[in-house]
């Protein structure tokens, strides 16, 4: 099992450009969430999906847009990228409700020009 | 306004003491707390998951205790190990929601 896997690892991004962050996990986890953690403030929920095909939008939803088109997938993506968004952010999954453990991935670091 | 407050911000130990971390929140109602380790560089790993009605959780040398009536966690670590130098996350679940709200962590550094 190779858990929740991040893609890329890092990148760096010019004002205004667009990339797709991709997570996937092998453990057939309903739930996957998408989090940024910014220096000096708890981990931020950005969206989540309860199930293949939904999606719902967290506390920090603005600017980013998610799929999930596959169980095992969660894309993040960011349409036109800001210097307020260089970030790590990082994926997790859990089984089938809120009582389970989330399994987070490795963290993609971001950094905006 | 739902917060989760950890103590300390961070903490030097030396190789096989113990150690006290705190965590107050205000979310109320909650569904359960947990705590994570967090190395760095990396993801969070969780170390234990407690609902309102448990008084504590132990996962080998972690052990977890909440008092659901004064808002209030601790993580104690005995017998520290260079391993456990990492950051501590208290992670509080807002009942009927997917709500996580996370703590800033304690930044604890182990030395030899």
């Known amino acids: 099992n190779a858990g929740v896997t991040q893609t890329p690892k890092f990148r760096v991004l010019k004002t205004g450009q667009s990339m797709t962050l991709l997570c996937a996990q092998d453990m057939n986890h309903e739930y996957m969430y998408w989090y940024r953690q910014d220096p000096g403030m708890g981990l931020r929920l950005i969206h989540y999906s309860v199930g293949e095909g939904t999606t719902a939008k967290g506390e920090v939803p603005d600017g980013y847009n998610v799929s999930r088109l596959k169980k095992q997938n969660f894309l993040l993506g960011l349409e036109s990228a800001a210097p307020s968004q260089t970030s790590v952010y990082f994926c997790?999954?859990?089984?089938?409700?809120?009582?389970?453990?989330?399994?987070f991935g490795p963290g993609t670091r971001l950094l905006v020009l | 306004k739902n917060q989760v407050e950890q103590s300390p911000q961070s903490l030097i130990i030396l190789e096989g003491k113990n150690c006290t971390l705190q965590c107050n929140y205000t979310v109320s109602p909650f569904s359960n707390l947990r705590w994570y380790k967090q190395d760095t560089g990396r993801g969070p790993v969780s170390l234990t998951i407690?609902?309102?009605?448990?008084n504590t959780k132990s996962n080998g040398r972690y052990t977890a205790t909440l008092d659901a009536d004064t808002k209030q966690s601790s993580l104690h670590i005995t017998a520290s190990q260079l391993s456990d130098s990492a950051s501590y996350i208290c992670?509080?679940?807002?009942?009927?929601?997917?709500?996580?709200?996370f703590g800033t962590g304690t930044r604890l550094k182990v030395l030899a």
């Open positions: 997790a999954s859990s089984y089938n409700n809120r009582q389970e453990t989330q399994y």
């Open positions: 992670v509080v679940l807002a009942s009927g929601t997917y709500k996580y709200i």
């Open positions: 407690m609902t309102f009605s448990e």
